[in-house]
């Protein structure tokens, strides 16, 4: 079955840096299915980076400039670099993988989650 393995949150100052990881298991892996959402308490969960149909990477205006994700196709892995943290920053991370198929005919987009890993970011 598909797996994904979020890790690399933790504490961190404003104004430092984290690097979080998302290992995938279960099919074959294609960076360019994948995503990074957070979810703060009491909030919706939200984009916060991905690549496009266009192979262009998306990024939430909330983090353009300080957050950058990447893939490791070799490690089955997705990155998410974090720089310049802010307080407003902190959240549950969550990978995502949207894994299209087709059957009978028809496509279909199964949507995976991780579960989460917390970066909690201090003034």
């Known amino acids: 079955q598909v797996q994904l393995v979020e890790s690399g949150g933790g504490l961190v100052q404003a104004g430092g840096s984290l690097r979080l990881s998302c290992v995938v298991s279960?099919?074959?892996?294609?960076?360019?299915?994948m995503a990074w959402y957070r979810q703060a308490p009491g909030k919706q969960r939200d984009l916060v980076a991905k690549?496009?149909?266009?192979?262009?990477?998306n990024y939430s205006d909330s983090v353009k400039g300080r957050f950058t994700i990447s893939g490791d196709n070799a490690k089955n892995t997705v990155y998410l670099q974090m720089n310049s943290l802010k307080p407003e920053d902190t959240a549950v991370y969550y990978c995502?993988?949207?894994?299209?198929?087709?059957?009978?005919?028809?496509?279909?987009?199964?949507?995976?989650w991780g579960q989460g890993t917390q970066v909690t970011v201090s003034s």
């Open positions: 279960g099919t074959i892996f294609n960076s360019n299915f």
């Open positions: 995502n993988l949207r894994q299209p198929y087709s059957r009978s005919g028809r496509m279909y987009v199964s949507v995976y």
């Open positions: 690549f496009t149909s266009d192979l262009q990477i």
